[in-house]
């Protein structure tokens, strides 16, 4: 599911930190996703292709921003089922199905607690939804180093 999304991770004084490459990354100063112990939080996340473009479906967009995020997740040595939080940004409530069937094709089994809301616009304007994710690895994954 990961495979075309480029992760480079970097460590700065005990934490973990992942890039995604994102043009946003630098202008606002943040990481994709940043993990501390054994906990993992993946920023808001759109579902941009890597060459910039966005899909014209909600949930074409999702699939990649969740692609996304399991990537960043895995590359901090995570894994989807680590998942136990979701929070789903939309600019249209009315297409809240499209979003959650692509939720729900990744988290059907894990079932993370998680939230939809609309907002009236996302970072471009071609972006129909944004996913942040929050996940908390078992004792055994914990280790940094």
């Given at each position: 599911m990961t495979k075309s999304v480029k992760v480079t991770v970097t460590e700065r004084d005990g934490?973990?930190?992942?890039?995604?490459?994102s043009s946003w990354e630098p202008v606002i100063g943040y990481s994709r996703a940043v993990r501390v112990g054994?906990?993992?939080?993946?920023t808001g996340t759109v579902g941009v292709e890597a060459d910039g473009t966005f899909a014209p479906t909600m949930?074409?967009?999702?699939?990649?921003?969740?692609?996304?995020?399991?990537?960043?997740?895995?590359?901090?040595?995570?894994?989807?089922?680590?998942v136990v939080r979701t929070r789903i940004y939309v600019t249209d409530i009315s297409k809240w199905e499209e979003v959650g069937q692509a939720h729900g094709e990744v988290f059907a089994h894990i079932r993370p607690a998680t939230?939809?809301?609309?907002?009236?616009?996302?970072?471009?304007?071609?972006a129909l939804v944004e996913i942040e994710a929050d996940a908390h690895l078992s004792p055994e994954e914990s280790p940094l180093l």
């Open positions: 934490r973990l930190y992942a890039s995604t490459g054994g906990t993992i939080h993946v949930k074409g967009q999702a699939k990649r921003a969740l692609e996304i995020i399991i990537a960043a997740i895995e590359a901090l040595g995570g894994s989807v089922s680590d939230t939809i809301v609309q907002v009236a616009r996302l970072i471009d304007d071609a």
